[in-house]
């Protein structure tokens, strides 16, 4: 959601979006923005290699 919203990694850490998450999920577990950031960024380094891979089967 962060990453297609371009919301700020601290959004994380809204104390109504913790509220909100773990009223409709009660396992929730909360993480920190430095999480956050971390999954987006392994999320990119994934998506570029895909990418990457399937320009190079390009003429």
């Known amino acids: 959601m ?4 371009e919301l700020p990694f601290a959004f ?3 104390e ?7 009223t ?3 396992h929730y577990v909360r993480i920190s923005r ?3 950031k971390a999954d987006c960024w392994t999320s990119y380094e994934v998506e570029k ?3 990457n891979g399937l320009l190079k089967t390009v003429d």
């Open 34 to 36: 430095a999480i956050a």
């Open 49 to 51: 290699k895909m990418l």
């Open 12 to 14: 994380t850490e809204y």
């Open 24 to 26: 409709t999920s009660p």
């Open 16 to 22: 109504l979006i913790t509220f909100l998450m773990k």
């Open 2 to 5: 962060i990453m297609v919203h």
